[in-house]
Nanobody, 115 residues
């Protein structure tokens, strides 16, 4: 399984970015897919996840600003990030699977939010 994350970049506070995670093969084979982020000097944390059934879950820090979605036909999961803050600056990773099942990680895409 290969996951290709893209869409990161430099944006001013209050701006928006959309991250994409393209999978090699159907994303519906995974019970769960998610976006994580890791800021410098901090642990990797869950940002948002989406189940096979379409249920989304968000970290409190991004609720109301970020939206996770997917396009099964395109084998892609998205993270729409609005009202970005400097504290959102991190490398963002997508993950497929996990729990009792194998997990797979993308290579990460860097997001920098300037104040």
């Amino acid at each position: 399984v290969q996951l290709q994350a893209s869409g990161g970049g430099l944006v001013q506070a209050g701006g928006s970015l959309r991250l994409s995670c393209s999978a090699s093969g159907s994303i519906l084979r995974f019970a769960l897919m998610g976006w994580y982020r890791q800021a410098p000097g901090k642990q990797r944390e869950l940002v948002a996840s989406i189940t096979r059934g379409g249920t989304a879950n968000y970290a409190d820090s991004v609720k109301g600003r970020f939206t996770i979605s997917r396009d099964a036909a395109e084998n892609t999961v998205y993270l729409q990030m609005n009202s970005l803050k400097p504290e959102d600056t991190a490398v963002y990773y997508c993950k497929a699977g996990g729990g009792l099942f194998p997990e797979y990680w993308g290579q990460g895409t860097e997001v920098t939010v300037s104040s």
